[in-house]
C-alpha cells in the first residue's frame, strides 16, 4: 500500500503536468507570451494554481516546457534501431524527426519564440535544449551503437546528427517557418528524408 500511494500521486502529477501543457500551449499560440497567464492556464487546465505552480513556477518555464512538448508523444516512446543496417536505422529515425517538424504546432511556437524573446529577458535566458526531445536522443544513442558495431566511422557525433537533422529540418521545416502558407507534401517529405539518409550512409558509413 505504501508503494501504490507514491505511484497514484506520480500518475496524478503526469495527469495534470499533459493537461496544464495542452491548456497552456493554445494559450500561448491564441495570445501570445504576453497575454497569457498563469491563472488563465490553470483555469482552462482545470487544476489549481497551487498545483500549475508547483509544476511550473514562472510562465517561462511552462512556456519552454510547452514548446519542447511539441515533440513528446504521451505514450509513445522512440524506438532505437538495432545496429546493422544503417540505412534502414536512419530512415526509421528520420521519418520519426520528419513527423516532429510537420507537427501542426511545431512552427507556430518556434515562431512564437522569435517573435517574442526579445521583449522578456526570462525567455531570452532560456536555453530550449531540444536535445532532450526524444526523436534527437534516439538518434544519438543510434549512432553511437552502430559506431560501437563497426558500421560508422564518425569523429564527432553532435556534427553527424546535425548534418542529418539538418538535411531534413532544410527541406521541411524551415521555409514552412519563414513563410505561413509553404507546404510539403508526403511525397516530398518522405524524399527529402531518403535523400538525408543516402548522403549520412555515403559519408559516415563503414567500406
Do not use: C
Amino acid at each position: 500500500m505504501s508503494r501504490e500511494l507514491p505511484e497514484y500521486h506520480q500518475r496524478v502529477a503526469d495527469q495534470n503536468r499533459t493537461t496544464i501543457l495542452a491548456a497552456a500551449t493554445a494559450l500561448f499560440l491564441e495570445g501570445g507570451y504576453d497575454r497569457t497567464s498563469l491563472a488563465r492556464v490553470a483555469t482552462n487546465a482545470g487544476v489549481s494554481k497551487a498545483t500549475l505552480f508547483k509544476q511550473f513556477p514562472t510562465k517561462a518555464s511552462l512556456f519552454e516546457a510547452s514548446v519542447l512538448a511539441v515533440g513528446q508523444v504521451p505514450g509513445r516512446a522512440v524506438t532505437v534501431p538495432p545496429p546493422g543496417n544503417l540505412h534502414a536505422g536512419l530512415l526509421a529515425l528520420g521519418r520519426e524527426y520528419a513527423e516532429l517538424l510537420t507537427h501542426p504546432s511545431t512552427a507556430d511556437l518556434i515562431r512564437l519564440v522569435i517573435a517574442e524573446a526579445p521583449r522578456f529577458p526570462e525567455l531570452r535566458e532560456r536555453t530550449f535544449d531540444f536535445g532532450t526531445l526524444p526523436a534527437l536522443d534516439a538518434l544519438g544513442r543510434y549512432l553511437r551503437a552502430e559506431h560501437a558495431a563497426g558500421s560508422v566511422k564518425v569523429d564527432s557525433f553532435e556534427i553527424a546528427t546535425a548534418q542529418f537533422l539538418g538535411m531534413i529540418a532544410t527541406a521541411i521545416f524551415w521555409p514552412r517557418l519563414v513563410h505561413a502558407n509553404w507546404s510539403i507534401d508526403e511525397e516530398e517529405a518522405r524524399r527529402a528524408v531518403e535523400e538525408a539518409v543516402r548522403t549520412i550512409v555515403a559519408r559516415y558509413g563503414a567500406q
